[in-house]
């Protein structure tokens, strides 16, 4: 009887996938989306700007891979200072191919001098969903006025603020060294052995 079970095994483990669809199963077998931000010179004319993401495209559609939509986003500041350029025009691109099928675009764009920045970020294949918060008034119960106040609510000050100093206070009086009354700190300094 065990032979039997090794050749139904066999035959199970042999047999193609049904869905024929790629590893992720996405719909093309191999194709993954892609996300191209392309971070300009800010100095370019529209006509250049344009004229980049058309080469970049062409890119795209060379390497095998499909290009999606393309979102200009226009002048924003850096977040730093990138090759003495403060601004930068971004343009946002889609793309789906395969692996590999975006390197050409890579190696075009680090070697573009109108390009300050370039970054290509593979997609997840399926969006995870977003759950929706419920509006404010919905997710907080009413409050009722006689209610007791919330723990975080503070009281008033002690009377007496003076007897704990703070820990910073305390700490920084603890580093510094003590200089005898009627003395400068010169000769307190000579006085300590420094």
Known sequence: MAPNRITLLRGVASEPCASGAGPEGGDTPGMRPYEVMIILDPALEDAAVQAQVDRSTELIRSGGAEPGRVDRWGKRRLAYEIN???????????????????????????????????????????????????????????????????????????????????????????????????????????????
């Open 84 to 194: 003495h350029h403060r601004e930068g025009t971004y343009v946002l691109v889609e793309a789906k191919g395969e692996p590999g099928s975006l390197d050409g675009l890579d190696r075009a764009l680090h070697l573009a001098d109108e390009v300050i920045r370039h970054k290509i970020v593979r997609l997840p294949d399926h969006p995870t969903k977003r759950v929706a918060r419920p509006p404010a008034d919905i997710a907080a119960p009413a409050a009722n006025d006689t209610a007791a106040p919330a723990a975080n609510d503070t009281a008033a000050p002690a009377a007496n603020d003076t007897a704990a100093p703070a820990a910073s206070d305390t700490a920084a009086e603890a580093a510094s060294p003590t200089v005898p009354a009627g003395t400068t700190g010169d000769s307190a300094t000579s006085a300590n052995g420094a």
